[in-house]
C-alpha cells in the first residue's frame, strides 16, 4: 500500500495540544491495525532541543539512537508503545544547515539558493523519508510546529502545500486544531477565532480537511453547523477536543465522535477493524478510582514549569496508576532547601525524587534532600544528576569526604566523585556532545535493582549527560554500603547505585522515564510508588 500523509497544523494560539492530538490518533489507527509513525517539524533554528532552556521549551526528549528531540516525541512513545528515532524530529536549524551545507559541496551547480524550492524540497524530502523506510509505514502523521501565520512556519505550511497536490487523492489529509474561546461573561463559544485562522491557512494555499477544535464546554450541533459553512469542511469533519484532566483520555473522546473513522475514510482506506481500547479503558477506569494515595516530593530546578520534567510526572502516573494510586507530587524547588526548613518541605512526603538537571544552580538544596531521605529512610530515587546528587551526599556525609563535588559545579575540587570521561574534557561545543541514547547496563544479581527488573541481567536504557561516577572512589563507596549495581561493562561505567539496608535508596546515571508507557509503565516507576506506599500507611515514616 502507498504510504498516506496526514499533516497537523496549529492556529489561533500555541500550546493548544497538537502533539496530543497526532498521537491520539496515531493510536487510534494503530489500534485498527496500521503501521503508523509520527513527525515533529519544529520552527526553530536550533540543530536540536538539546541545548535549549527547558523554561523556554519544556523537557529534551532522547531517543534510543541518542536523538536530543522535542517533548512531543515522548507523547508519541507513550501513546502508541513503540519507539522514535532522530528521523522523528526535524527542526529549520536542521534543515537550513543542510541546504547550506549542501550549497557549498555544489550539489545546486550553481543555482541561486533559494526558500522555494531548496528548503521546501528540503523539508518535503525528510517528511518522506519516514515513509520510503524499510519499515513500511502504512501512515506517517506529520505534525507541524508553531501558529499558522508565524513567519517562521511559513516554509512548512508551504511544504505542506506542495506535498499534497504531488501525493494526489486520498494520499494526504489536512488537520488543522484550533481554539474555540469561551467567554465567561456572556456563556458564549466564539468560532471567528478558528474562521480567521482557517482562512489564514487557505491564504496559503491549503483547504483544511478536518477541523479538531479546543474547547473548555461542549460544541453544540449549531456550533458544527457553523464552523462547517464557514470553513468549507462537513459537520461531521468538526472534532471537538474538550479539557480533560488527564491526556489519556483524549483517544477515546475523539473516537468517541468517529475521528479515526473520518480519518480513514479521507484516506479511502478500510475502517473494518474496530480499534481494541480495552487496555486503554482500563488505565482510565483505574486512574479516575485510585485505592490508595501518595505524596511524592519531586526535588528539581525547573520546577514552575511542569513540562521540563514531562516524562518523568507522566512516568509517576503510569506508575500511581498500575498501582491503583494517586500520586501527588509536591513540586519543591532545590534553591529553597535548607536546613532550617527541610523538616517542613518534606512533612507527609511518601517518598523522594531528585530530578535530572545541568549547572550548579539548587546543587546543595539536592543534597540536603538526599541526606534527609538516606537519614529518615524515606525511599529516594535520583535519576542521572539526582544518582550523582546521591554520590556527593554520601561521600560528603558518610565517608568523610566534606570537600566532595562534581567536577561539573567544582573542577578544582579534591574529591571530584563525579567527573569527566577524558576525551570529554577538551570538548569545545555543547550540543550533541553528551553519552546519548541507549546504553547496556549489566545488573548485580540478588541487587534490589537486578529484582525489580525481573532478574533480568542485562536491560538498555537512555542516557543523556556528561559526567560521570568516578570509579578511584568505587571501593570506598562498596565498603560503605553503597554498591554499584548496574555497570557498562564495555566502558566499566557506573549506571546505578542502591544502599543496603534502606527500604528503597536508588540512583540511575540513565532516565528510565523515557521508557514509560500506558500499557508498559517503567518497573522503577512501579516499584518506587510500591515502596512509598508502605511508607504512607505507616505513620511512622512520616
Not at 213 to 231: G, M, P, Q, V, W
Not at 439 to 444: A, E, G, H, P
Amino acid at each position: 500500500m502507498k504510504t498516506k500523509y496526514i499533516f497537523v497544523t496549529g492556529g489561533v494560539t500555541s500550546s493548544l495540544g497538537k502533539g496530543i492530538v497526532s498521537a491520539s490518533l496515531g493510536m487510534l489507527l494503530k489500534a485498527r491495525g496500521y503501521k503508523v509513525s509520527i513527525l515533529k517539524l519544529d520552527p526553530y533554528f536550533n540543530i536540536d532541543p538539546g541545548t535549549l532552556n527547558p523554561y523556554e521549551h519544556g523537557e529534551c526528549f532522547v531517543t534510543k539512537d541518542g536523538a536530543e528531540t522535542d517533548l512531543d516525541l515522548g507523547h508519541y512513545e507513550r501513546f502508541l508503545s513503540q519507539s522514535t528515532s532522530k528521523e522523528n524530529n526535524v527542526t529549520s536549524g536542521l534543515i537550513y544547515k543542510t541546504v547550506i551545507d549542501n550549497e557549498r559541496k555544489g550539489n545546486y551547480l550553481g543555482k541561486t539558493v533559494q526558500v522555494i524550492p531548496h528548503i521546501t524540497n528540503e523539508i518535503k524530502r525528510r517528511i518522506k523519508i519516514l515513509g520510503e523506510s524499510e519499515k513500511n509505514y502504512d501512515i506517517i502523521i506529520t505534525e507541524i510546529g508553531g501558529t499558522v501565520g508565524d513567519i517562521e512556519s511559513l516554509p512548512y505550511v508551504e511544504s505542506v502545500r506542495q506535498l499534497k497536490w504531488e501525493l494526489g487523492k486520498f494520499n494526504g489529509l489536512v488537520i488543522h486544531l484550533t481554539l474555540l474561546p469561551h467567554i465567561t461573561v456572556t456563556g458564549e463559544i466564539k468560532t471567528k477565532p478558528t474562521q480567521h485562522s482557517v482562512r489564514n491557512l487557505m491564504e496559503n494555499g491549503i483547504q483544511a480537511d478536518i477541523l479538531v477544535c479546543r474547547t473548555e464546554k461542549h460544541i453544540s450541533d449549531n456550533i458544527r453547523k457553523k464552523l462547517a459553512l464557514f470553513c468549507n469542511v462537513k459537520p461531521k469533519h468538526v472534532i471537538e477536543s474538550i479539557d480533560t484532566k488527564i491526556i489519556y483520555e483524549i483517544p477515546y473522546l475523539l473516537h468517541l465522535q468517529n475521528f479515526d473513522e473520518v480519518v480513514l475514510n479521507h484516506l479511502n482506506l478500510s475502517t473494518h477493524t474496530i480499534p481494541d481500547l480495552k487496555k486503554w479503558k482500563t488505565f482510565i477506569k483505574k486512574y479516575k478510582n485510585p485505592k490508595h494515595e501518595t505524596k511524592i516530593a519531586l526535588v528539581g530546578k525547573y520546577v514552575s514549569l511542569h513540562d521540563s520534567y514531562k516524562s518523568i510526572t507522566e512516568a509517576l502516573i503510569h506508575a500511581g496508576t498500575e498501582n491503583e494510586t494517586y500520586v501527588n507530587i509536591k513540586w519543591i524547588y532545590s534553591e529553597m532547601i535548607k536546613e532550617k526548613n527541610i523538616k517542613k518541605y518534606f512533612k507527609g512526603i511518601s517518598g523522594i525524587l531528585v530530578a535530572p538537571g545541568f549547572g550548579n544552580r539548587g546543587i546543595e538544596g539536592k543534597i540536603l534532600a538526599a541526606k534527609y531521605a538516606r537519614e529518615n529512610k524515606i525511599p529516594f530515587f535520583g535519576i542521572c544528576l539526582g544518582m550523582q546528587i546521591a554520590v556527593i551526599e554520601f561521600a560528603r556525609n558518610v565517608l568523610g569526604l566534606k570537600e566532595a563535588e562534581s567536577y561539573e559545579t567544582n573542577p578544582k575540587t579534591s574529591h571530584p566523585v563525579i567527573s569527566l570521561m577524558e576525551k570529554q574534557k577538551k570538548r569545545t561545543h555543547t550540543g550533541g556532545t553528551m553519552r546519548l541514547g541507549n546504553w547496556k547496563c549489566t545488573l548485580v544479581e540478588g541487587s534490589k535493582i537486578y529484582s525489580i527488573y525481573g532478574k533480568k541481567k542485562e536491560i538498555f536504557e537512555r542516557h543523556r549527560h556528561r559526567y560521570e561516577f568516578n570509579n578511584n572512589y568505587l571501593e570506598f563507596f562498596s565498603n560503605a554500603g553503597m554498591k554499584a549495581v548496574g555497570v557498562n561493562l564495555e566502558t566499566g561505567l557506573v549506571e546505578a547505585l542502591e544502599l543496603e539496608n534502606h527500604i528503597f535508596f536508588l540512583g540511575v546515571q540513565y532516565h528510565p522515564e523515557y521508557q514509560s508507557t500506558v500499557t508498559h509503565p517503567h518497573p522503577l516507576f512501579t516499584n518506587f510508588i510500591q515502596v512509598s506506599i508502605i511508607v504512607s500507611q505507616n505513620s511512622s515514616y512520616i
